[in-house]
């Protein structure tokens, strides 16, 4: 269900990406693939590009005597790559985010672990404002290499019905 293919013209057919609100089914559980490795490159960049100035993300020796022992990944990089790993299949179509809760963090992430992503459904609804769309709510968990979880929230997005998405309606 992550890519159609649609028919653009004679033989010519495009990809295309996520869920219309029909395709959101409550309890559902859609694993997020490939993973994704973090590197030393990916944290620092993104600590430095965020401006976080918290040593422990890029200073070796400052990580060392901490209770971890080295550098932790940056947790805002390991949210980003978490959501980004489930954009394909559940917001591709998106509208809006509506809003993020629960964001738990309950293991460290280190340079050099692989993450992988899966979205569970809780909830599937029609706006009341507005006929062609609704508002899809789903917990997305990150887990690394040996099952641990790593990254748990939960999203309520906009998302169109059938018919009723940026993608349907231009031809780009």
């Given at each position: ?6 028919e ?8 295309s ?27 620092t ?128």
């Amino acid at each position: 269900m992550v890519a159609e293919a649609k028919e653009v013209g004679p033989n010519r057919y495009r990809e295309s990406y996520g869920r219309y609100l029909e395709d959101f089914k409550v309890g559902d559980v859609y694993e997020h693939r490939p993973g994704r490795t973090i590197t030393e490159s990916d944290n620092t960049w993104f600590t430095l590009l965020t401006m976080n100035q918290h040593p422990v993300h890029f200073d070796a020796e400052y990580a060392a005597k901490s209770e971890f022992g080295k550098p932790l990944v940056n947790s805002c990089l390991t949210l980003s790559i978490v959501a980004g790993m489930s954009v394909s299949d559940t917001s591709q179509k998106a509208i809006a985010n509506l809003g993020w809760e629960k964001i738990e963090m309950p293991a460290p992430v280190f340079i050099g672990d692989t993450l992988y992503a899966e979205s569970e459904v809780l909830d599937v609804r029609e706006s009341k404002s507005r006929p062609t769309q609704g508002i899809a709510t789903i917990r997305t968990t990150g887990k690394n290499q040996d099952g641990a979880i790593v990254m748990r929230y939960e999203r309520a997005m906009l998302v169109p019905k059938r018919g009723h998405a940026v993608d349907d309606k231009v031809d780009y």
